[in-house]
Structures are given as C-alpha cells and as structure tokens.
C-alpha cells in the first residue's frame, strides 16, 4: 500500500521560531518521488520541492530545508526564522512508479507575529 | 509565464443542476490532472490526461462526474445532478508529460463547488 502520514495536524509557533513538519511515507516502489506543496489561505497549491528516492541528499533553499531518510521513511520539512507569511497548509506527496501523486492529510501552520 | 489557471473560482449551484469547471494548463504541457479537496482534507485524484485521451479515469466517484480535453490544451470537469457531497474545491494540475506521469504536477488555484 502507498500512504503518506503528516501525523501534525495543526502547528502554531511565534515569528522567529523554527518549526519541522513530520512526512513519513509508505511504498514498496525503489523507484518513487517525494514532494512538499504549500497551500496559502488563497488556495493554490505551489510546489516546493522534489527529491527521488536514489537521492537522500539534505536540502536547503534559503529559511527551507528538507530531511529525507530512507532507513525511516521520512522527509521531513523545516522552516528557520519563521515568519507570518509562512502561515499555510502544508502537503507532503508521493509520486510512485504508475504515476499516482499520493496526499498526506496536510499539516496547517500558523505563524503568530 | 502563465501559470494554471481554472474558472470559475467560486460556484454556487443547486442541488440537481449540472456545473461544468474550466481547466487550462501551462502552455505546452501535456498531462493534465484533476482532484477534489473536501473541507480541511487532503487531494484526492479524479482523473488523468495524457494529450487528449484519459488513461486513467480510476478516481471519478460516480458515472454523475466526466471529464474531456481537447486540443492538447483545456479540460472541462463535468458533474451532472449536484449533490451537497460534491461540494469541494476542485484543483486542476499539469505536468510537462515528458515522463509521463512522473513529472512534477504544478496545480492551478481551484474552484470552490458549493452544492446548495
């Protein structure tokens, strides 16, 4: 079976604080994808990272940064220095081997000034 | 450039009455994907298209719901009779299609479906 768990449903943190959004995920695929998209209030979702599972490299993209660790199945999502406007939904995804793009139930963020 | 883009952005209809949702793709891309997202859950897949045919139709809940594609470009979302359950936002996403469905899906902002 395919799942993706974001077993953080709700998150509330102060301006500045770092906070790390949990995904753990279940395949049997070697081959998969693994994704985080951000929904604002607005509610477009807007793609923010892919990683293939040959690549366990660690990501940093400015205040983001992305854990992916093969051994626990798990990708999980930090933001540094957070701010008001990262207040969001936040989607983990899983994109296996047929094509199918597999939502974790969201984790919404509120980031309190 | 242009990015996804669907219409209407909001609908409200009656239950019974037929609503269609407009779907067009960033430029060029060949794969097209819908989903619905109930209130405060996650997306859940309807249907695929690869140019203009679906292989895989797997997540249409009922024979109330259709989908069709033409030109390689728009896609139009079909539900027939509304019932308040079909009230959701309605995403649509496309993907470049160069590896068929593993490309990554960039979505449009949605169409909110109320069902009265």
């Known amino acids: 079976a395919q799942k993706v768990t974001q077993a953080q449903t709700e998150i509330s943190v102060v301006e500045k604080e770092d906070v790390t959004l949990d995904c753990v995920y279940e395949t049997r695929d070697t081959t998969y994808y693994l994704f985080w998209y951000k929904q604002p209030p607005s509610g477009e979702l807007v793609f923010l990272i892919r990683?293939?599972?040959?690549?366990?490299q660690n990501e940093i993209s400015g205040r983001y940064s992305w854990n992916f660790q093969k051994s626990t199945s798990s990708f999980n999502f930090t933001i540094t220095a957070s701010q008001v406007v990262d207040s969001a939904v936040y989607f983990c995804?899983?994109?296996?081997?047929?094509?199918?793009?597999?939502f974790g139930q969201g984790t919404e963020l509120s980031v309190k000034p | 450039g242009a990015g996804v883009s669907q219409s209407p952005s909001n609908k409200v209809t009656e239950k019974g009455k037929d609503v269609e949702l407009r779907c067009d793709p960033i430029s060029g891309h060949t794969a097209l994907y819908w989903y619905r997202q109930r209130l405060g859950q996650g997306l859940e897949f309807l249907i695929y298209?690869?140019?203009?045919?679906?292989?895989?139709k797997s997540g249409l809940p009922s024979d109330r719901f259709s989908a069709e594609r033409t030109g390689e470009s728009v896609s139009t979302l079909t539900i027939q009779r509304t019932q308040q359950e079909d009230s959701a936002v309605y995403l649509c996403a496309s993907s470049s299609g160069v590896r068929g469905r593993t490309d990554t899906q960039y979505f449009g902002p949605g169409t909110r479906l109320t069902v009265l």
């Open positions: 298209f690869q140019g203009n045919s679906a292989p895989d």
């Open positions: 995804a899983l994109l296996n081997q047929g094509g199918k793009l597999i």
């Open positions: 990683r293939n599972s040959f690549d366990e």
